[in-house]
């Protein structure tokens, strides 16, 4: 399956078991095809909707992680290289945006939407930095 597919399957079936557990509909922060929910529909959620897309969201993060350190294990030495000269940087943003969800699990109601911006700008630099360290890592199988 090409890695679009397998993400958004995992992404799917993660989402469905959050769904389970919330009384509104579930939530993507992907649609059918891989892509990934814009600006503007971050915008339109509530606070639970959004807390949980950006749930959602690390979840796929962590788990495309995995799956790249993976095939870098089979795929020899240069590409396990590859991908540990750009780790460091996956792990600081991926703190930069657990720090950001945090601030909006702690904001007070009337200041949640303060909050929002930060969130899907650490989560969309965090996910471009994995794209693009997929991009980089799988250059050099």
């Not at 679009?4 to 095809?33: I, K, V, Y």
């Not at 590859?82 to 945006?97: C, Q, S, Y």
């Not at 699990?105 to 693009?132: E, H, I, Q, S």
């Amino acid at each position: 399956m090409k890695p679009s597919t397998t993400r958004s399957l995992a992404l799917l079936a993660g989402l469905s078991a959050l769904g389970a557990c919330h009384s509104s509909p579930p939530l993507t922060a992907q649609d059918r095809m891989g892509h990934y929910a814009s600006t503007s529909d971050y915008r339109s959620m509530d606070r639970v909707q959004l807390t949980a897309a950006m749930d959602a969201g690390l979840l796929d993060v962590d788990r495309r992680k995995a799956e790249l350190e993976t095939m870098a294990q089979s795929l020899g030495s240069d590409v396990i290289e590859e991908l540990h000269d750009r780790e460091p940087k996956l792990i600081e943003l991926r703190t930069d945006f657990v720090n950001e969800l945090a601030r909006l699990r702690a904001a007070l109601d009337a200041n949640w939407k303060d909050r929002r911006d930060d969130v899907v700008d650490a989560f969309t630099d965090l996910r471009k930095c994995l794209d693009k360290t997929y991009e980089e890592v799988l250059e050099q199988a």
